[in-house]
């Protein structure tokens, strides 16, 4: 079955990075459009970053700079490498699948980003 499974939130402080993970599989994971979201308490989930199948990408305005996303097919896995954090970039980050033209649209669990000041 279609997995998504990430990994790579902690706890950090203000000027600190992290990297994510996500490890895909149970699709083709190279035809699929693959990006982060972020959830903050109380607040709608929001897209982070994205980078389709021929490697184009695109960022939330509030990551541009900060926040680098890419993609290794060879081992079905989205990466997040994010710097300069922010309290305010404090929140759930979700790793989403979706095949463009298709139903297609996968979510994983979610890993856990706090930064404190």
């Known amino acids: 079955q279609v997995q998504l499974v990430e990994s790579g939130g902690g706890l950090v402080q203000s000027g600190g990075s992290l990297r994510l993970s996500c490890a895909a599989s149970?699709?083709?994971?190279?035809?699929?459009?693959m990006g982060w979201y972020r959830q903050a308490p109380g607040k709608q989930r929001e897209l982070v970053a994205i980078?389709?199948?021929?490697?184009?990408?695109n960022y939330a305005d509030f990551v541009k700079g900060r926040f680098t996303i890419s993609r290794d097919n060879a081992k079905n896995t989205v990466y997040l490498q994010m710097n300069s954090l922010k309290p305010e970039d404090t929140a759930v980050y979700y790793c989403?699948?979706?095949?463009?033209?298709?139903?297609?649209?996968?979510w994983g669990q979610g890993t856990k980003v706090t930064v404190s000041s």
């Open positions: 149970g699709f083709i994971f190279s035809i699929y459009t």
């Open positions: 989403n699948a979706k095949r463009a033209g298709w139903s297609d649209n996968y």
């Open positions: 980078i389709t199948r021929g490697g184009r990408i």
